[in-house]
């Protein structure tokens, strides 16, 4: 089975932007979680997605938001970017417990 | 003070010696992940545990869950290892994974 992937790799949006992530996951996998990870705070936890519900949210701003399709495929959304959303975005789909990360998306804010 | 906490921070190590990375938590939890994350970023799973001990080749992981702590061993190390390596947990039922600061290792030849 292909894992999860990722689009785009790479990213550099200026301030005030918004930018969208996709997270396709593993084939039959039917829930998402999203991650952000940077130097100062680690990686934390944004969304969690179960069958195009959201289940779960992290404690982020409002301008972090997501959504999931029939397909299972994820997207988030960051609106009105700010320097601090530097960082990799993570997202990992899962079965039981056992969670399994996308090569990550790394955003650069200017 | 964090759910997750890892220590140490930062290892340094000869290649061949025997490495422990401990993983303590104040919640409870569903299960208990070890993470590496290598430079650039992707993360692989290494285990999964609810219980008990898992190895696989040179890893070995165990969990005490009534003492809340879990230890990562890496057996005749190399400097492949070297990576960082995160506990995380799940707990109270959802697919949220809560991180510990992570602990970055490195395996001179």
């Known amino acids: 089975k292909a894992g999860v992937t990722q689009t785009p790799r790479y990213l550099i949006k200026t301030r005030g932007q918004q930018v969208t992530l996709s997270c396709s996951p593993i084939?039959?996998?039917?829930?998402v979680s999203w991650y952000q990870q940077t130097p100062g705070q680690g990686l934390q936890f944004l969304f969690e997605?179960?069958?195009?519900?959201?289940?779960n949210k992290g404690n982020f701003p409002g301008r972090f938001s997501g959504r999931q399709f029939s397909n299972s495929r994820s997207e988030m959304n960051v609106s009105t970017l700010e320097l601090g959303d530097s960082a990799l975005y993570l997202c990992?789909?899962?079965?039981?417990?056992?969670?399994?990360f996308g090569p990550g998306t790394r955003l650069t804010v200017l | 003070k964090n759910e997750v906490e890892q220590s140490p921070q930062n290892l340094t190590a000869q290649e061949g010696e025997f490495i422990t990375i401990n993983c303590s938590y104040s919640?409870?939890?569903?299960?208990l992940h070890w993470l590496q994350q290598h430079p650039g970023g992707g993360i692989v799973s290494l285990f999964m545990?609810?219980?008990g001990k898992k190895k696989h080749g040179r890893l070995i992981a165990t969990i005490n869950i009534q003492e809340k702590h879990s230890s990562l061993h890496i057996t005749a190390s190399h400097p492949r290892d070297s990576a960082v390596y995160i506990c995380?947990?799940?707990?109270?039922?959802?697919?949220?994974?809560?991180f510990g600061q992570g602990t970055r290792l490195t395996i001179n030849p």
């Open positions: 084939s039959g996998h039917r829930s």
């Open positions: 995380a947990v799940l707990s109270g039922g959802a697919q949220k994974l809560v």
């Open positions: 990992a789909s899962y079965q039981g417990y056992t969670q399994y």
């Open positions: 919640v409870g939890i569903s299960a």
């Open positions: 545990l609810s219980s």
């Open positions: 997605y179960f069958s195009e519900t959201q289940r």
